[in-house]
């Protein structure tokens, strides 16, 4: 680097111009000059938590930079995202988020939140979708959704569906199927979904709707029946189990979560990993991986991360609206 470029670089550190030196060095074809930083609002260890370090691995191989996965965990994610969009828009900050924090769910359900999903980040591509199966215990008497659906109408109220807690996706994607069905089965929501998968295992509750990675691992072992996914295209984890969409035309339930950066992020620094998220949605060993976890990555772009959180607030809020669900 000559000496006048050196003290120019510089300059701009002392002054704190963080989004500018973003832009100046992209524009020199030095960005990123340090590591990054990926914010996941959820502990470590969870579903979330693998898969964010596995788009974090990817990335840091494809940029050049290490990328530092940071676990901020609390109030459904709440916490983490008040964090990230105070973060500095420099191009060196990011947001791993769930559709519970930008997908309107979490906007239905709290009366205030400290962020604003929309105007606060600037979204960068779908990262990874994962299907919800429709679990039911090996004692129920049914071997498929319409199998289900039937023996839901011919007991009404005698069923409870187990969710992972209130205002969740499992309890959520249970509402949607109520309200689409017309069947009645009671709601018993958990601390998380390990605990309500042992009471449907263990039958003290009939069914649930759960994420691919957990349900699958016990559907595959037999503890209990897969009935269906909630995608609207049946998923490569798992191609034998029919949508559910399939026996209720228009159902459909994707868990997603998305990449994010503060807003005010240089333009430059979101396309050039949006382009890079295209290029792991292409690349075999990475959705094989995948694949083994249940999920999906689907190809996105920021217009079309945009356009899709728009439809998700718009579904999700209404439904939250409408089931009158509170948080727990």
Known sequence: ????????????????????LARFALAQGAWPT????????????????????????????????SVVVDNKPGAAG????????????????????PIGTHGGINLAL???????????????ALAHTLPNVLIVNNDLPVKSVAELIAWLKANPGKANFASSGNGGISH???ELFKSMTGVVMTHVPY?????????????????MFETAPNALSHYRAG???ALGVSSARRTGSAPELP??????????????????APAGTPREVVQRVASEMVKLARTKDYTERLAQLGSDAPESSPEHLAAFMQGEIAKWGKLVKDTGAKID
């Open 1 to 20: 680097m000559n000496p006048t470029r050196r003290h120019h670089l510089r300059q701009l550190a002392a002054l704190g111009v963080g989004t500018g």
């Open 34 to 65: 340090r590591p990054l930083k990926m914010l996941v609002p959820f502990p470590s260890g969870g579903t979330a938590d693998v898969l964010c370090r596995l788009l974090a691995q990817r990335l840091q191989d494809a940029l050049g930079q």
């Open 78 to 97: 709440n916490i983490g995202s008040e964090i990230a969009a105070k973060s500095p828009a420099d191009g060196y900050n990011f947001m791993y988020a």
């Open 110 to 124: 709290y009366p205030k939140l400290a962020y604003d999903p929309v105007k606060d980040f600037a979204p960068i």
């Open 172 to 174: 959520l994607g249970a």
């Open 191 to 207: 601390k998380g979904g390990a605990a309500a998968l042992t009471d449907v295992i263990a039958g003290r509750v009939q069914l």
């Open 223 to 225: 503890r209990v029946r």
């Open 243 to 260: 949508t559910i969409g399939e026996t209720v035309p228009g159902y459909e339930v994707t868990t997603w979560t998305a990449l994010y």
